[in-house]
């Protein structure tokens, strides 16, 4: 009895350090097997409810909920349609006497990491400055956005009547308080 009771002890912690030393085994295979693929901000960002409003020509604009999945703020800093010759990323901002005007949005649309930006008629829009043709009812139109990393995300976007969305345009965006906006209204 007394020399099994001496080696019993030993034979269980042998078992017990081995059994220890596999998962360490197994997250350094796992560690060298997966590189880490790049973090492009396409792959992060989706959008939805997204739509553009109807138009016969001149001014329109594209609206919906851009999200960010990923662990960093990623930046829209341009965007293309083929529906518009000339695409603007806009905001909304109101002057002393509560005038809404709208103006290209500087350094673009931020999106927040593992948040959302609404883009919305009276917020930030896609805007189309000229149109190509008349956006009728119904219709579908893709619109491109670039991402500050330099990749690319396309959407398509469905025409809807929207009666409002009136604000004025500044195109610099570096006018002063008191100076009356241009005439262009989009949709008006
Ligand atoms: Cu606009």
Redesign the pocket.
Known sequence: MFPINRTHPSRLLRGTAALAAAPLLLVACSSTDSTPAPARAADAITIEDQWIKAADSDMS?AFGELTNKGDKALTVVSATSPASARVEL?EVVADASGTKT?RPKKGGFVIPAHGSLALAPGAD?I?FMGLNGPLRTGSETPVTLSFDDGSTMTFTAQVRDFPGNQ?N?VPDGDHHAGAPAPAHT?GA
């Open positions: 604009a806009h709208m829009h805007m604000e345009y989009p």
